[in-house]
């Protein structure tokens, strides 16, 4: 016992003395000598920590309610209980028909800037569903998935440039089909590499394809780029480099049976989340997903009893792609402004955090992580005004608090890798994931 | 210009940058021999090295003034502890009780390390580009010996230099000590090796501890040669780094170095035929293209799937 207490001590220290310079000392660049000195900047550790705080709050809840729920049994009980069992089996198999019409009433008692927000949700829902086929359902790690996500934005984007009154609607359906096949070539080598590796090239694909469009750009007028290939390709796909691209109004979410623009963006996307989520479980529940789970546990052992791994490999990571193309549509036929910064490897990075969040291999989970990763923090950025506005609470919640809440969208990040690990560490199936999909995590 | 003098422009360029590539993949190279995972968190280890040296130089130009060599020297001595403190913690923290898990388990749990630490640096240091005090480098970056028409810096001298000699230096450790018969061993195989009392634990935690020393080195020459620091400088050279380690085959120390070369010289290539924004691009297309015509790399070997 002590010597565990020894440990802990001895590794705060550790990480103390690790980030002691970072956190509590500041750089002073002294300009005229170009040499550089440090100022001691306590104010700046502690402002860190401060702006922190709530996240330790809600931290120390979380693990209250783990400790609670380990003496009490709770969850046990609850699992055993065979009114709720029912009651959950009917809930995931009938929880469509009950949630449609809520949710897509909810376009006429929201506001407009709900909506947008609403509608931003729905877009990472689908991108964390289709991430989740290939993560979750097959095991497969993709960690370029914003790539896909950018082919379909800048599809739609370069389509309608090329072809006037290019809408949105006949953009879908054409970029599911041309991202499954983006998808299946890409894979069609690729799938044959092992685990890691292919993380690696994925990434490596959506990283060239976020040069490529960085690059392509016809007006940039001191480029250096000295080849005539790439010059005359630039002028066909002119992609406006960094600047990015400014949708017409044809092409984007117009007025549409009465609906402003913003609520029939809202509307349409859960349509297209529906039918995805419909999609994929009908899939997940067939003997597609079982040959996908089979992959995942142990492929070698698929591959003995006759799954046709790698067909089976193709289709989820093409169906995967397809998803996240339809999703950069409907992105860009939201906000009519398409950059290279939507490919950019931290947005893998938080589709990827929110799948694991969830749980992997769990639709409903991926739903529930985008919802919890993405709202929150905007959530918390609305809460100082909330908290103004209402007297008893500005009366009890410090200024500080109030300030920490603001610059807490800062910290997104930060937060999305801790996750990451934490949940790798002492959860790998994710919120709403399986004892099964534990075991699997767990073993090689 | 000549085109003579070009031609040895861009194969001194292109050597030097493979020189830095090489420091930063043996460590990715080494700990996938050891472990056999990819340790995605080692580009912010190497970031980590580059800002750690100037935060020492400025506190040594405070302590006791603008001593070139001396703080420069003692600045790479601290850039390597809190390097390698990084990597030994980010191995005892992440990654040692996955080292059973399925081979997603690590791997997210680095991604999570690797976006945990950028953001740490963005937050607490600068959002901001950072530039590295000329002071210090001015002599070795604008002074050097001509070679063949072509002005090659001291600075390009010691990155090649200094590489080679810890590339010497590293084979000699693997090959011909106690320490690298147990870190070979280690590699071959963990329960094997601990049940002939080697202290598996440990070498795990040193390859970490030695592969972050050398990034931490190409991290401050890195940051001299290019004059800036940024908290997401890690991720790209990193993964250029790794696309040596490929290339040569990982889990294969002279392979990494020759991948690294490979690259550096392609990237320089690059640079003076398309442009230096096309440098990425080739780098990925190159990385997809080994990975697909010949994934286990140029020496590597060939790996059968453990059932």
Same mark, same amino acid.
């Given at each position: 016992?002590?010597?565990?207490?020894?440990a802990?001590?001895?590794?705060?220290?550790?990480?103390?003395?690790?980030?002691?310079?970072?956190?509590?000392?500041?750089l002073?660049p002294?300009?005229n000598?170009?040499?550089?000195?440090?100022?001691?900047?306590?104010?700046?550790?502690?402002?860190?920590?401060?702006?922190?705080?709530?996240?330790?709050?809600?931290?120390?809840?979380?693990?209250?309610?783990?400790?609670l729920?380990?003496?009490?049994?709770?969850?046990?009980?609850?699992?055993?209980?065979?009114?709720?069992?029912?009651?959950?089996r009917?809930?995931?198999?009938?929880?469509?028909?009950?949630?449609?019409?809520?949710?897509?009433?909810?376009?006429f008692?929201?506001?407009?800037?709900?909506?947008?927000?609403?509608?931003?949700?729905?877009?990472y829902?689908?991108?964390a569903?289709?991430?989740?086929i290939?993560?979750?359902?097959?095991?497969?790690?993709v960690?370029?998935?914003?790539?896909?996500y950018?082919?379909?934005?800048?599809?739609?984007?370069?389509?309608?440039?090329n072809?006037?009154?290019?809408?949105?609607?006949?953009?879908?359906?054409?970029?599911?089909?041309?991202?499954?096949?983006?998808?299946?070539?890409l894979?069609?080598?690729?799938?044959?590499l092992?685990?890691d590796?292919?993380?690696?090239?994925?990434?490596?694909?959506?990283e060239?394809?976020?040069?490529?469009m960085?690059?392509?750009?016809?007006?940039?007028?001191?480029?250096?780029?000295?080849?005539?290939?790439?010059q005359?390709?630039?002028?066909i796909?002119?992609?406006?480099?960094?600047?990015?691209?400014?949708?017409?109004?044809?092409?984007?979410?117009?007025?549409m049976?009465?609906?402003?623009?913003?609520?029939?963006?809202?509307?349409?996307?859960?349509?297209?989340?529906?039918?995805?989520?419909?999609?994929?479980q009908?899939?997940?529940?067939?003997?597609?997903?079982?040959?996908?789970?089979?992959?995942?546990?142990?492929?070698?052992?698929?591959?003995?009893?006759g799954?046709?791994?790698?067909?089976?490999?193709?289709?989820?990571?093409?169906?995967?792609?397809?998803?996240?193309?339809?999703?950069?549509?409907?992105?860009?036929a939201?906000?009519g402004?398409?950059?290279?910064?939507i490919?950019?490897f931290?947005?893998?990075?938080?589709?990827?955090?929110?799948?694991?969040?969830?749980?992997?291999?769990?639709?409903?989970?991926?739903l529930?992580?985008?919802?919890?990763l993405?709202?929150?923090?905007?959530?918390?950025?609305?809460?100082?005004?909330?908290?103004?506005g209402n007297?008893v609470?500005?009366?009890i919640?410090?200024?500080?608090?109030?300030?920490?809440?603001?610059?807490?969208?800062?910290?997104?990040?930060?937060l999305?890798?801790?996750?990451?690990?934490?949940?790798?560490?002492?959860?790998p199936?994710g919120?709403?994931g399986s004892?099964?999909?534990?075991?699997?995590?767990?073993?090689? | 210009?000549s085109s003579g003098?070009?031609?040895?422009?861009?194969?001194?360029n292109?050597?030097?940058?493979?020189?830095?590539y090489?420091?930063?993949?043996l460590?990715?190279?080494?700990?996938?021999?050891?472990?056999?995972?990819?340790?995605?968190?080692?580009?912010?280890?190497?970031?980590?090295?580059?800002?750690?040296?100037?935060y020492?130089?400025?506190?040594?130009?405070?302590?006791?003034g603008?001593?070139?060599?001396?703080?420069?020297?003692?600045?790479?001595?601290?850039?390597m502890?809190?390097s390698?403190?990084?990597g030994?913690?980010?191995?005892?923290?992440?990654y040692?009780?996955?080292?059973?898990?399925?081979?997603?388990?690590?791997?997210t749990?680095?991604?999570?390390i690797?976006?945990?630490?950028?953001?740490?640096i963005?937050?607490?240091?600068?959002?901001e580009?950072?530039?590295?005090?000329?002071y210090?480098s001015?002599? @070795?970056?604008?002074?050097?010996?001509?070679?063949?028409?072509?002005?090659?810096?001291?600075?390009?001298?010691?990155?090649?230099?200094?590489?080679?000699?810890?590339?010497?230096?590293?084979?000699?450790?693997i090959?011909?000590?106690? @320490?690298?018969?147990?870190?070979?061993?280690?590699?071959?195989?963990? @329960?094997?090796?601990?049940?002939?009392?080697?202290?598996?634990?440990?070498?795990?935690?040193?390859?970490?501890?030695?592969?972050?020393?050398?990034?931490?080195?190409a991290?401050?020459?890195?940051?001299?040669?290019?004059?800036v620091?940024?908290?997401?400088?890690?991720?790209?050279?990193?993964l250029?780094?790794?696309?040596?380690?490929?290339?040569?085959?990982i889990?294969?120390?002279?392979?990494?170095?020759?991948?690294a070369?490979?690259?550096?010289?392609?990237?320089?290539m690059?640079?003076?035929?398309?442009?230096?924004q096309?440098?990425?691009?080739?780098?990925f297309?190159?990385?997809?293209?080994?990975?697909?015509l010949?994934p286990?790399?140029?020496?590597?070997?060939?790996?059968?799937d453990?059932?």
């Open positions: 016992m002590t010597s565990r207490w020894r802990y001590l001895l590794g705060i220290l550790g990480i103390a003395a690790l980030t002691f310079p970072f956190l509590w000392l500041q002073v002294d300009f000598r170009d040499t550089i000195g440090v100022a001691w900047a306590p104010l700046h550790g502690l402002q860190f920590f401060i702006d922190l705080s709530p996240v330790f709050a809600i931290a120390f809840l979380i693990w209250l309610g783990v400790q729920n380990r003496r009490m049994g709770w969850s046990t009980a609850l699992a055993a209980n065979p009114t709720w069992q029912s009651a959950a009917r809930w995931t198999h009938y929880w469509a028909w009950g949630t449609m019409p809520i949710v897509l009433s909810c376009v008692f929201f506001s407009a800037s709900s909506l947008s927000l609403f509608t931003t949700v729905g877009i829902m689908l991108l569903l289709g991430l989740n290939t993560v979750g359902m097959t095991g497969l790690l960690l370029g998935y914003a790539g896909f950018g082919f379909g934005a800048y599809f739609f984007a370069l389509a309608q440039q072809l006037p009154y290019f809408p949105w609607w006949m953009a879908a359906p054409l970029a599911f089909f041309l991202g499954g096949g983006a998808g299946y070539l894979g069609l080598p690729c799938l044959r092992r685990g590796y292919l993380a690696i090239v994925t990434l490596g694909f959506a060239a394809f976020r040069e490529l960085r690059n392509l750009s016809n007006d940039d007028t001191d480029s250096s780029t000295r080849s005539p290939f790439l005359e390709l630039a002028h796909f002119d992609t406006g480099g960094d600047k990015g691209i400014i949708l017409s109004d044809h092409s984007t979410f117009g007025r049976a009465g609906l402003t623009g913003g609520q029939v963006s809202y509307v349409i996307t859960a349509l297209v989340l529906f039918l995805a989520v419909f999609l994929v009908r899939l997940y529940h067939s003997p597609v997903g079982r040959a996908w789970m089979a992959i995942r546990e142990n492929e070698v052992a698929a591959a003995a009893v799954v046709p791994v790698v067909q089976m490999k193709l289709l989820a990571f093409s169906l995967s792609a397809a998803i996240a193309a339809v999703a950069g549509v409907l992105y860009g939201k906000d402004f398409v950059s290279p910064d490919c950019a931290q947005q893998s990075i938080m589709v990827l955090a929110m799948v694991i969040l969830g749980g992997l291999g769990n639709s409903y989970g991926a529930l992580g985008a919802a919890l993405y709202l929150v923090p905007e959530y918390l950025k609305l809460m100082p005004s909330i908290i103004g007297p609470l500005s009366a919640v410090p200024g500080f608090v109030r300030d920490s809440l603001q610059h807490l969208s800062d910290y997104r990040l930060l999305f890798g801790g996750v990451m690990v934490l949940m790798m560490l002492y959860r199936q919120l709403l004892r099964r999909r534990k075991t699997e995590m767990l073993h090689k | 210009m003098s070009t031609l040895t422009e861009i194969v001194i292109g050597i030097s940058r493979g020189a830095v090489a420091l930063i993949a460590g990715y190279t080494m700990v996938y021999g050891v472990l056999g995972m990819i340790n995605f968190a080692h580009g912010e280890v190497f970031m980590i090295g580059m800002f750690a040296c100037v020492a130089m400025g506190v040594f130009s405070v302590a006791w603008d001593h070139v060599a001396l703080n420069l020297g003692l600045g790479i001595v601290v850039a502890i809190f390698a403190g990084y030994y913690a980010n191995e005892r923290i992440a040692r009780r996955l080292r059973k898990a399925h081979v997603l388990a690590p791997l749990s680095a991604i999570g690797s976006t945990f630490l950028q953001y740490f963005f937050l607490t240091v600068s959002k580009k950072v530039n590295f005090p000329r210090y001015d002599w @070795l970056t604008s002074h050097g010996i001509h070679f063949a028409g072509v002005q090659v810096t001291y600075l390009q001298l010691a990155i090649l230099g200094l590489s080679l000699v810890i590339m010497g230096a590293l084979y000699f450790l090959n011909h000590t106690r @320490l690298g018969i147990a870190l070979r061993a280690t590699a071959q195989d963990q @329960l094997m090796a601990s049940l002939v009392g080697i202290p598996v634990d440990k070498i795990i935690a040193f390859t970490f501890i030695l592969g972050s020393g050398l990034a931490a080195i991290g401050v020459m890195v940051a001299m040669n290019n004059n620091l940024v908290f997401d400088a890690g991720y790209r050279v990193g250029k780094a790794f696309t040596a380690a490929i290339l040569g085959g889990g294969n120390i002279p392979g990494a170095v020759l991948g070369m490979i690259l550096g010289l392609t990237e320089a690059t640079t003076w035929g398309f442009g230096s096309w440098d990425d691009v080739t780098t297309a190159m990385l997809m293209l080994v990975l697909l010949r286990r790399g140029l020496l590597g070997e060939r790996v059968a453990k059932v």
